[in-house]
T-cell receptor, first 115, second 113 residues
Framework: NAGVTQTPKFQVLKTGQSMTLQCAQD?????MYWYRQDPGMGLRLIYY???????DKGEVPNGYNVSRLNKREFSLRLESAAPSQTSVYFC??????????????FGPGTRLTVT | TQLLEQSPQFLSIQEGENLTVYCNSS?????LQWYRQEPGEGPVLLVT?????EVKKLKRLTFQFGDARKDSSLHITAAQPGDTGLYLC?????????????FGTGTQLKVEL
């Protein structure tokens, strides 16, 4: 099993460009999450999908959109990238968001730079 | 303002030394997790503590949840270079809107030979 996979691993964008970060999991998990990680800030939740067909905002949703394409895939879109979105983005999954104390499995991350 | 503050932010020690990392908040958490993250990878769960005062051991790592469930600590005995990484605590906060997982600010540990 690959676990949680993310593409791309690295990306450089110019201000105003758009892009989609892809995430897939093969653990048959119901819930999926997108986080951003910035130095000294830990991980902050952008959006999550408790189950296929639902999405909800997290702590820092502005400037992002998400799509839960099916049970396996959850994408994050930046419509008009800004330098403040320079960060490392992590996708994660868990068997259910109803029990937040359940383990979340993380992908390897996408390092995004916006110039 | 971060809900969960970790200290220290950075720690560089020699192999064989002991260390303690703290995770503090003014909020009460229903449970607390500790993750370790290595460079270029995502965080990996080490342990979950649920009961106030609970102590869990994982080889040389000892995790404690505060009695009031507002804080936690991670103690490493005889640190080794393989312990190097970013340590993150994460608390489950129960509010009227449901449950929410909040990550701490992180402690970067470097263990040198």
């Amino acid at each position: 099993n690959a676990g949680v996979t993310q593409t791309p691993k690295f990306q450089v964008l110019k201000t105003g460009q758009s892009m989609t970060l892809q995430c897939a999991q093969d653990m048959n998990h119901n819930s999926m999450y997108w986080y951003r990680q910035d130095p000294g800030m830990g991980l902050r939740l952008i959006y999550y999908s408790a189950s296929e067909g639902t999405t909800d905002k997290g702590e820092v949703p502005n400037g992002y959109n998400v799509s839960r394409l099916n049970k396996r895939e959850f994408s994050l879109r930046l419509e008009s990238a800004a330098p403040s979105q320079t960060s490392v983005y992590f996708c994660a999954s868990s068997d259910t968001a109803d029990r937040w104390w359940n383990e979340q499995y993380f992908g390897p991350g996408t390092r995004l730079t916006v110039t | 303002t971060q809900l969960l503050e970790q200290s220290p932010q950075f720690l560089s020690i020699q192999e064989g030394e002991n260390l303690t990392v703290y995770c503090n908040s003014s909020s009460v958490f229903s449970s607390l997790q500790w993750y370790r993250q290595e460079p270029g990878e995502g965080p990996v769960l080490l342990v979950t503590v649920v009961t106030g005062g609970e102590v869990k051991k994982l080889k040389r790592l000892t995790f404690q949840f505060g009695d009031a469930r507002k804080d936690s600590s991670l103690h490493i005995t005889a640190a080794q270079p393989g312990d190097t990484g970013l340590y993150l605590c994460a608390g489950v906060l129960t509010t009227g809107g449901g449950n929410k997982l909040t990550f701490g600010t992180g402690t970067q540990l470097k263990v040198e030979l």
